[in-house]
Nanobody, 120 residues
Framework: EVKFMESGGGSVQPGGSLRLSCVAS????????IAWVRQAPGKELEWVSS???????FYSDSMKGRFTISRDSGTNTVTLDLNNLKSEDTAMYYC??????????????RGQGTQVTVSS
């Protein structure tokens, strides 16, 4: 069974930072691109970032320069560093397999998520 276990969320003030982690299991991690997606209350699912099997990274325009994605195949972990957080970054953040023909378009097997709240 494919599983993602996200952690690292919390409450921070605007301008703050968080590091989110996602541990994957149940599939051959090195064979899949992995995405972070997020969903705010009352809003649609939004793609944040993806990392390919070859460590190429891709970001949604609004996150570019503030967020950094990385992966470690030795521990089946994908990390998302969030910097200069804004109130509009408040959402539940999820890991998923990125399975579309283009990055950021289609996802499988989201985890339970980790909540990020940005508020003064």
């Amino acid at each position: 069974e494919v599983k993602f276990m996200e952690s690292g969320g919390g409450s921070v003030q605007p301008g703050g930072s968080l590091r989110l982690s996602c541990v994957a299991s149940g599939f051959t991690f090195r064979d899949y691109s992995i995405a972070w997606v997020r969903q705010a209350p009352g809003k649609e699912l939004e793609w944040v970032s993806s990392i390919s099997t070859q460590q190429s990274t891709f970001y949604s325009d609004s996150m570019k320069g503030r967020f950094t994605i990385s992966r470690d195949s030795g521990t089946n972990t994908v990390t998302l560093d969030l910097n200069n957080l804004k109130s509009e970054d408040t959402a539940m953040y999820y890991c998923a397999q990125d399975v579309g023909s283009r990055f950021g378009k289609a996802f499988n097997n989201r985890g339970q998520g980790t909540q990020v709240t940005v508020s003064s």
